[in-house]
């Protein structure tokens, strides 16, 4: 954004407006005195006010120019005209010729015909459109980049007391109190999987702001120095703690901020807000906003995070400059569930011990946060839109983030059904314990290898704990993406190195950086592609970036010690990709050999399966492959040509479809045929039901989040393959679309009671 050139302009129009918000008054009244005055300053002939009202259309609250008859009464679509343009994109519209412009509604209410020049921006707090701003002038205007900031600076004061209430009447305030007392029901995407019942906490600072605008800029400017500077200090007392030197994944989150704080051009744009006349607290928000705007534009994951960030630490700031505590005190609330738009990893740490779940507006899986959610195994929902306006302070909450949805101030019929489902859960967990160190085995001698995902040292506890049979996934790019750097030799190594130690005898299975598209390395400059899931990544990337590839397989090697190194190979699409990175692999093996370290005792390097082609390779593949792994997340979204990460249609295709299965047993013909060991690792492998069909087609090996494991084991021990094997196949030949209800009929036949 172009800051203004002249601040001094811009301070007197809001002292103005500052004392027009001091004066009582009727909301009407108070806003047509606000359109007046900004029709002045602005040298406008026209200056009007759009707000969203209850039935989320823009209506004309003010105006100064137009027909007073068409306020209240002319309304627009968002996303209708220029000024429904603005709201649905969250950007300035200027133009000279306003009725050559594309878009261009005119109501003839208004008598808006005779005006040639249009500037809009919109009225908006913290991502959230309130309404539009508009002036107009006769003559054609080229409006400057001054004008447009100028106008934005006026439309957050206007934004600030919009959410205050300062526009709205009481029966609109009763009907909103009496709204957030009815039973709510929001879907959201799935963060980490859990179901609990608990009482909702809003972590957003609830801001009264009773003056945004500031007559003193160098005090105001102190005031903001003083909130990062203790910002910085509260960040660097938790960085010392003992805890923290233990768990390094969340060190290397922390120092992360401490480095984005102390960014000047953050700083420097709300400085600029200030001199603006704004106050240090309206100063943040705005920059709050701005970001929020940026965020939902951004598709880089990478650009995006850093956004995300910075909002973060905007939300701390604004706490501090409120004197609001930073660190919620959830002793006194009963299984508290945190509701924010986000939540920094530092503010999420600090709550690990009292916090139930998460419930996040933004967010995305492979956040920061979601990684430390997993990794403290706190039941986390994200992307539930419009969940802060729709909560309060003490509702009754029930976040099921296994079938992604959030129930506010339930039904009682509803609550019971959960209340009997934690309770029978309770019953499994329990019962599952039993099974921690007995086979998956099957009544027909069937035995099952549950391997468990890993990717953060804080997992590592949960391969004893789960019974799991090894890690049949290590995530090595989690250790990157939390890092602000590219971890050293050494460093890598010593992780590599820890989590063989904590297998001991059993297998474990090194993944290569999966780096690219949603996830990527700070060394690196994201790529911005249209489709990044199809893009620049995984071993498309490592293979062009040879030295980061090289450096991690060096560590992998002296991470083994002499013992057995499995090293997987993702998104392969074509053999050659996997045949030069098994060559960088034995030659790095080669000259660490020379130079006289320890090399493994034994190689073996496979390869993901994820991407359709690579099951119909030639026959010299799979004749040197050591293993192959089915990557079930990546190969169903694939195949399917439907993104995992889009709600739509995310659950839309059956992975039991007899498809998909179809071409599940040609990958399973092709590793038999040429006897390559082949495991399923992914979301699927964790659901019972789902494993039990992916045991009858062939898979012997499995690989799944720990949590899951004790529920598939559950099932296997229960059933005879043989009989689903038969079921599966019968179902396959027929022209079902699924094999999914026969095989619940069967449990059902059986009395197979599944708590899942």
Not at 139 to 168: H, P, S, W
Not at 387 to 398: C, M, P, R, Y
């Amino acid at each position: 954004m172009t800051q203004p050139s002249n601040n001094y302009n811009s301070r007197v129009l809001l002292k103005r407006l500052k004392e027009t918000l001091s004066e009582l008054g009727e909301a009407q009244a108070r806003l047509d005195e606000i359109v007046k005055i900004i029709a002045v300053s602005m040298k406008s002939e026209v200056c009007s006010i759009y707000l969203l009202n209850r039935n989320n259309n823009l209506e004309l609250y003010a105006t100064e120019g137009l027909q007073s008859k068409a306020v209240h009464y002319s309304e627009l679509n968002v996303g209708q005209g220029l000024v429904g343009k603005i709201a649905a994109t969250a950007e300035p519209i200027k133009t000279s010729q306003v009725s050559k412009t594309k878009g261009f509604r005119y109501l003839p209410e208004t008598g808006e015909e005779i005006y040639n020049s249009f500037l809009g921006v919109p009225i908006q707090r913290l991502g959230k459109i309130l309404g539009v701003l508009v002036i107009q002038n006769l003559k054609n205007r080229d409006y400057t980049e001054d004008d447009i900031y100028g106008l934005e600076i006026v439309a957050m004061v206007i934004a600030e007391m919009a959410e205050l209430g300062a526009f709205t009447n009481s029966d609109d305030t009763d009907e909103l109190i009496r709204e957030r007392k009815k039973p709510f029901s929001i879907n959201g995407s799935i963060g980490k999987e859990g179901i609990v019942i608990g009482t909702a906490v809003l972590l957003e600072p609830q801001i009264k702001i009773k003056n945004p605008i500031a007559d003193n800029p160098s005090l105001e400017k102190q005031k903001l120095k003083k909130s990062i500077s203790k910002l910085n200090n509260q960040l660097s007392e938790i960085i010392s703690k003992k805890y923290f030197k233990k768990k390094r994944d969340f060190l290397e989150i922390l120092e992360t901020h401490k480095l984005l704080i102390e960014d000047r051009s953050w700083i420097n744009r709300m400085e600029t807000s200030i001199d603006s006349g704004l106050s240090a607290i309206v100063a943040v928000e705005k920059e709050q906003t701005v970001t929020k705007s940026r965020i939902t534009k951004v598709q880089n994951f990478y650009f995006k995070e850093r956004l995300l960030e910075f909002y973060e630490m905007s939300n701390i700031l604004l706490k501090i400059l409120t004197n609001q505590n930073t660190h919620l005190n959830l002793d006194q609330v009963k299984e508290p569930i945190l509701v924010a738009r986000n939540i920094s990893p530092l503010e999420l740490v600090s709550l690990r011990n009292q916090l139930k779940g998460l419930v996040l507006e933004d967010g995305s899986v492979g956040s920061h946060t979601t990684i430390v959610c997993r990794a403290l195994n706190i039941p986390l929902l994200i992307q539930t839109k419009d969940i802060i306006n729709k909560s309060s302070n003490g509702d009754l909450v029930i976040l099921d983030a296994d079938q992604g949805i959030v129930h506010l101030r339930p039904e009682n019929s509803i609550l019971q059904l959960y209340i009997s489902k934690i309770e029978l859960r309770t019953k499994a967990k329990k019962s599952f314990l039993a099974l921690k160190n007995k086979e998956a085995r099957t009544l027909d001698n069937n035995k099952i290898l549950l391997m468990m995902n890993a990717g953060l040292m804080a997992d590592l506890p949960s391969l004893n704990e789960s019974g799991a049979d090894g890690v049949g996934l290590y995530r090595t790019e989690l250790q990157f993406l939390i890092n602000s750097r590219v971890p050293k030799r050494a460093e890598q190594a010593k992780i590599y190195c820890k989590v063989l130690d904590s297998a001991g005898p059993n297998p474990v299975f090194f993944r290569t950086l999966d780096i690219g598209s949603d996830k990527i390395l700070p060394t690196i400059t994201p790529e911005i592609e249209p489709n990044p899931t199809l893009g620049w990544r995984a071993i498309r990337l490592t293979l062009e970036r040879t030295g980061v590839f090289k450096m991690q397989v060096q560590s992998l090697i002296r991470g083994a010690k002499g013992r057995n190194l499995n090293i997987v190979i993702p998104l392969v699409t074509e053999p050659r990709e996997f045949f030069e990175a098994k060559e960088i692999i034995f030659e790095e093996i080669k000259r660490e050999k020379n130079r006289n370290r320890i090399i493994p005792k034994l190689v073996k390097i496979g390869a993901m399966l994820e991407v359709p082609s690579l099951a119909f390779a030639p026959n010299s593949f799979f004749k040197n492959v050591d293993f192959l792994m089915v990557g079930g997340n990546d190969l169903k979204q694939f195949f399917f040509a439907a993104d995992r990460e889009n709600e739509k249609v995310r659950k839309r295709y059956d992975m039991l479809s007899n498809s998909f299965l179809s071409f599940l047993k040609l990958i399973i013909k092709k590793s038999e045929k040429y006897t390559i060991p082949l495991s399923f690792c992914g979301e699927d492998a964790g659901k019972p039901i789902e494993a039990l069909v992916l045991c009858s087609l062939g898979f012997r090996t499995l690989s799944m989040q720990p949590n899951c494991i004790a529920p598939v084991k559950s099932l296997i021990r229960n059933i005879k393959l043989s009989i689903i094997k038969e079921i599966v196949d019968n179902a396959l030949e027929s022209n079902y679309e699924t094999v999914r209800n026969d095989v619940l009929q069967h449990l059902e036949d059986i009395k197979y009671n599944p708590i899942t």
